[in-house]
């Protein structure tokens, strides 16, 4: 049987609650073993079956080592297959081992066994190695950018040029998250988006029943229903299963058109963000904790059609994808394949120039969002207790801002092997100094510093990418981040 998610208000509100500090824990304390807990009910709310990347400090001089993973503490070992910065690969349980920067990026996610994942790193001869969890990856496998890509309108009458989408974008190894309108789609529709799901990089999301315009006749059966059609109707592909439940993690606004009321019934339905139609939004959107979901999301810019609408210039396509990808953002392409012109260069010429690099996350709108579900609901963690007590870092490191892009305030940590002079500073993109968030002599060990989006002064600063730097002895590190407001 299905797993049927329309509930009432007053259930929903009590089962998430205004305290999610409980959602995920991650403990390596004991047999040097990791264990990363999922609280039960978001378990079941929500699946969480993609592979989240979780980073581990390995020892300096590792080489040869391996990762293993159980769901069950009874469970055997089953060691997690190996990959390098040069295979392309996403959205698969996989290990990079990082020996220049001594870091093991373990992807994996939970299954329908237990609530939980254990994980253990050991070297070529067995014997498990010491290793601290310091955080999980912003992108899947700590990629630089992310590239995902959405369709509108599958209905009945559109049905062949989607399935024809669906295998262009295939063929240069693009996910494409399918916005299906329900009470437009016949039996032989489904049939055929069924094989599309089956056949690999196709997502589906929900587009409501019958696309109208705002406001909704019926509400609660546009967008509930449609989930539950989307629901009974497939067989959802694994990153959207947890035994018998079912997720559709995304909800497209028909028309770009939105007011509050859709914005509630699309938390009570679960979905975790709303896509809309306007162009120049290249990051993730924030969370909101009061409708424990994401704000509602635009797109990089659309794919479209000489005689009707969305940019059809190679150069302006590629340009914006490149400028993404410099930012380390999210380049989010839509189409509406029923006016995508095939016969033309441009689709196929930008489609190339976007596809098939290692250093870049294709993944599903839907199953980008689930990932970053666990980063938003538990961004503070506290590795005080992990495993830490009595050691000290191994090298200097200064790690990725978090969250980041930010509004207004980002966490910075950084791991100090000896007492040393710290100087810790925030620069614009011309390179001028704005603040400096530490200059001072500190103890080793591991330490954060958190930056609100201030100058020295203590003014707010405008949005756009700053760089941080740490200099200890003659080790210096940078990085960027993105202030959004």
């Given amino acids: 049987m299905k797993y049927s998610f329309i509930i009432s208000s007053l259930f929903f509100c009590h089962l ?84 220049n920067d001594n870091i093991a990026y373990v992807s994996i996610g939970f299954s329908d066994l237990t609530d939980s994942i254990f994980i253990k790193i050991t070297d070529n001869d067995s014997n498990i190695i010491d290793v601290y969890y310091t955080q999980m990856s912003q992108y899947y496998d700590n990629r630089n950018a992310v590239v995902t890509s959405t369709a509108d309108d599958w209905t009945y009458y559109f049905n062949e040029k989607f399935v024809r989408t669906c295998r262009n974008f295939r063929s240069f190894n693009l996910w494409l998250s399918c916005a299906i309108v329900t009470n437009e789609c016949d039996p032989d529709t489904y049939i055929d988006i069924q094989n599309q799901l089956d056949s690999g990089y196709v997502e589906v999301v929900s587009h409501s029943r019958t696309h109208p315009f705002v406001p909704y006749d019926d509400l609660e059966g546009e967008v509930l229903g449609s989930k539950q059609d989307l629901i009974d109707n497939l067989d959802l592909p694994i990153h959207n299963k947890y035994g018998e439940h079912e997720y559709i993690y995304a909800w497209v606004a028909p028309y770009g058109e939105y007011n509050g009321s859709i914005d509630s019934m699309v938390s009570v339905a679960k979905y975790l963000v709303t896509r809309m139609t306007d162009w120049g939004e290249h990051w993730f959107s924030n969370w909101n904790q009061g409708l424990y979901k994401y704000d509602p999301v635009g797109v990089s810019i659309e794919v479209g059609s000489l005689s009707y609408w969305g940019s059809t210039d190679t150069t302006e396509l590629n340009n914006t994808f490149d400028w993404v990808l410099s930012l380390g953002g999210i380049y989010h392409l839509v189409c509406h394949p029923n006016i995508l012109e095939w016969d033309q260069d441009f689709t196929w010429v ?56 930010f509004n207004p305030t980002t966490q910075i940590r950084y791991d100090l092997p000896e007492d040393a002079n710290v100087n810790i500073t925030i620069y614009d993109i011309m390179g001028r100094s704005i603040r400096s968030l530490v200059n001072s002599n500190q103890t080793a060990g591991y330490r954060s510093i958190q930056w609100n989006a201030t100058n020295n002064l203590g003014e707010p600063v405008s949005a756009g990418m700053y760089i941080y730097t740490i200099q200890s002895g003659e080790f210096r590190q940078t990085k960027k981040m993105v202030l959004l407001k």
């Fill in 350 to 405: 930008h489609l190339e120039h976007i596809s098939n690099r290692t250093n870049i996350w294709y993944t599903g709108f839907g199953h980008l969002y689930a990932y970053h579900f666990l980063q938003s609901t538990y961004p503070n963690m506290n590795l005080s207790s992990h495993n830490r007590n009595e050691t000290v870092p191994e090298v200097v490191k200064l790690y990725q801002n978090y969250p980041n892009p």
């Fill in 16 to 99: 998430r609650g205004n305290d999610n500090s409980s959602i995920l824990t991650i403990d390596t304390e004991s047999r040097n073993e990791t264990v990363i807990s999922i609280d039960s009910q978001t378990h079941i709310d929500y699946g969480l079956a993609y592979p989240i990347t979780y980073e581990f400090n390995i020892p300096l001089g590792s080489y040869n080592l391996r990762s293993y993973r159980k769901f069950q503490s009874n469970q055997n070992w089953s060691q997690i297959v190996e990959k390098t910065s040069d295979d392309f690969f996403n959205g698969i349980e996989a290990v990079r081992f990082d020996y």
